[in-house]
């Protein structure tokens, strides 16, 4: 049998996720359709000789008959964990050979649901875990009165598929002070221009980096300590949640809090899920 383990079973809303074109006045208002899936993450764990179906469902939540198109492509995370999306079939991981999906568009009523199949193909012989993106894509409705939007209505469902017999495990690569330089953000087309802010301030941080050297992808959580040299916690803070997947790296930045003057060690501890916690620390001299 095919176990399937579904990571998230709340409702998402297809949002506005790129304006591909915008035309006339820059107060017009974005398309209001709402298109949701009911599950965000699927992980699959083929068996051999089993059938191989999993699922999800699309639901229009408006008054009008939505129309979408359902396609597959890759995947993965840089190390500041922004998603990057790729033709299918072209990265090392791809679930390409194995992941098949089905139907490819979609005409809902208004109201109503309709089911999207995920099926396997050869999914026991998969070496390693590999990951792909069901992507739902419908058109939104142009604006009217004069106004020309046309925008892009995307949303996609993460699938894993994991064969038995890996293991979780990972390590703290690299820790470091470091400075983040505040961005000034782009004005938007169109808009008047408006009055010079004052520069944002840069931000010292303590930067943590760490490697997913498991089979399976990781949810790290964890903290760090600052202690001074005769080993006592003058500060703690914690590490935002980080999702890694095989192989890949991701990167934590802490801000530095205030301390007083004096050495102290750096010490991070990233619990990933494995037997151990991965650990790194660093001296910090503060003048």
Same mark, same amino acid.
């Given at each position: 049998m095919t176990l399937v383990r579904s990571l998230t079973t709340r409702r998402v809303r297809l949002g506005v996720l790129? +304006?591909?074109s915008v035309w006339g006045l820059a107060s017009a208002r974005p398309a209001a359709a709402q298109v949701s899936v009911d599950q965000a993450?699927?992980?699959?764990?083929?068996? #051999?000789?089993? #059938?191989?179906? +999993?699922?999800?469902? @699309?639901s229009n939540e408006t008054n009008a008959l939505v129309e979408a198109k359902v396609y597959l492509m890759d995947w993965d995370r840089d190390e500041d964990g922004a998603?990057?999306?790729?033709?299918?079939?072209?990265i090392g991981q791809s679930c390409a050979k194995y992941?098949? &999906?089905?139907?490819?568009?979609?005409?809902i009523p208004p109201h109503t649901s309709q089911g999207v199949r995920l099926g396997l193909q050869n999914a026991d012989s998969v070496? +390693?875990?590999c990951w792909s993106i069901v992507f739902v894509e419908a058109a939104a409705p142009q604006a009217a009165a004069g106004r020309n939007v046309s925008y892009v209505l995307r949303l996609? @469902?993460? &699938?894993?598929?994991?064969?038995p017999g890996l293991a979780t495990d990972g390590e703290v690569e690299g820790m470091k002070i470091d400075t983040v330089h505040a961005v000034k953000p782009a004005p938007l087309r169109g808009a008047k221009p408006a $009055?010079? =802010?004052? $520069? =944002?301030?840069?931000?010292?941080?303590?930067?943590v980096r760490f490697r997913n050297t498991g089979g399976?992808? +990781?949810i790290v959580h964890g903290e760090i300590e600052y202690r001074t040299l005769d080993n006592k916690v003058a500060m703690r803070d914690s590490v935002p949640t980080l999702y890694v997947l095989p192989g890949a790296a991701r990167r934590a930045r802490v801000p530095l809090p205030k301390l007083p003057r004096g050495h102290y060690v750096v010490l991070a501890l990233l619990d990933f899920g494995g037997t151990e916690v991965a650990a790194g620390q660093i001296p910090l001299d503060i003048p």
């Open positions: 790129a +304006a591909l993450e699927i992980v699959l764990h083929p068996q #051999p000789s089993s #059938p191989s179906v +999993a699922g999800f469902n @699309v998603n990057r999306f790729q033709p299918i079939g072209a992941l098949r &999906v089905f139907p490819l568009s979609l005409r070496p +390693a875990t996609g @469902v993460k &699938v894993y598929i994991e064969p $009055p010079p =802010a004052p $520069p =944002a301030p840069d931000t010292v941080v303590s930067s399976l992808p +990781a």
